[in-house]
T-cell receptor, first 111, second 113 residues
Framework: EPEVTQTPSHQVTQMGQEVILRCVPISNHLYFYWYRQILGQKVEFLVSFYNNEISEKSEIFDDQFSVERPDGSNFTLKIRSTKLEDSAMYFC?????????FGPGTRLTVL | GQQLNQSPQSMFIQEGEDVSMNCTSSSIFNTWLWYKQDPGEGPVLLIALYKAGELTSNGRLTAQFGITRKDSFLNISASIPSDVGIYFCAGSNYGGSQGNLIFGKGTKLSVKP
C-alpha cells in the first residue's frame, strides 16, 4: 500500500519567513507523524497526530511549530518564523499497526 | 529520553559478503523496526519486530528482537550493489498514542562490486 505524498519536494526560504509543509495520505489513516532529519544525522521525532489532535510532541516541537489537518485530508506542518537550524528534511509518516511508512520528504533550506 | 546506539557507523564490504549490524538501548522497547534510506529519499521499512526473541526474515534480510528487549540486529546475506545505503534501527513503545519512533544514528553500507 502506498505511503504518503509530500509537497513541496524542496522549499527554499529566508530566515524569519513562515513555511507550510504538506502531507497527503493516500488512504484514510488516523495516526500521522512528522519527523525531521538534519543533513547527515539521524531521523528525529517532532510530533504525532491522532484523530485530528496532537497526541505527543518532542522537545524540538516548540511554539514555532504547529500541525493541522485543515480539510480533513491534507496534513500540514507550519514553521512560523524559520531559523537557519530548521534546514533539514522533513518527513511525514503514517502508521499501520505499529509499522510506520514514510513519505519522500520535503527538503527545507533556510537562508 | 531513550537513546539508541547503532553500530558500526559504516561498513565497506565486497559484493557477496554477509553484513551484520546492531542496535542497543539503555531501556526497553516493545517494537523494533529496521529501515533503509537512499540519498534524498525517505526511510523505507525493511522489517518490523514485535516480540522479544522474534527472528524475522525478508528475503536476504534477517532481523532479531533481543530477548532483553533492549537490542536488535540486522543481517544481510550475500550483499549486492543495490544494498548500498544507510540502515537505521528504530524502536518504539507502540500502543495507544505512544508510537513515536526513536532512531539510531545509522549504519552506512558501501558494497564494492
Amino acid at each position: 500500500e502506498p505511503e504518503v505524498t509530500q509537497t513541496p519536494s524542496h522549499q527554499v526560504t529566508q530566515m524569519g519567513q513562515e513555511v507550510i509543509l504538506r502531507c497527503v495520505p493516500i488512504s484514510n489513516h488516523l495516526y500521522f507523524y512528522w519527523y525531521r532529519q538534519i543533513l547527515g544525522q539521524k531521523v528525529e521525532f517532532l510530533v504525532s497526530f491522532y484523530n485530528n489532535e496532537i497526541s505527543e510532541k518532542s522537545e524540538i516541537f516548540d511554539d514555532q511549530f504547529s500541525v493541522e489537518r485543515p480539510d480533513g485530508s491534507n496534513f500540514t506542518l507550519k514553521i512560523r518564523s524559520t531559523k537557519l537550524e530548521d534546514s533539514a528534511m522533513y518527513f511525514c509518516a503514517r502508521e499501520d499497526s505499529g509499522e510506520q511508512f514514510f513519505g519522500p520528504g520535503t527538503r527545507l533550506t533556510v537562508l | 529520553g531513550q537513546q539508541l546506539n547503532q553500530s558500526p557507523q559504516s561498513m565497506f564490504i565486497q559484493e557477496g559478503e554477509d553484513v551484520s549490524m546492531n542496535c542497543t538501548s539503555s531501556s526497553i522497547f516493545n517494537t523494533w523496526l529496521w529501515y533503509k534510506q537512499d540519498p534524498g529519499e525517505g526511510p523505507v521499512l525493511l522489517i518490523a519486530l514485535y516480540k522479544a526473541g522474534e527472528l524475522t526474515s525478508n528475503g536476504r534480510l534477517t532481523a532479531q528482537f533481543g530477548i532483553t528487549r533492549k537490542d536488535s540486529f540486522l543481517n544481510i546475506s550475500a550483499s549486492i550493489p543495490s544494498d548500498v545505503g544507510i540502515y537505521f534501527c528504530a524502536g518504539s513503545n507502540y500502543g495507544g498514542s505512544q508510537g513515536n519512533l526513536i532512531f539510531g544514528k545509522g549504519t552506512k553500507l558501501s558494497v564494492k562490486p
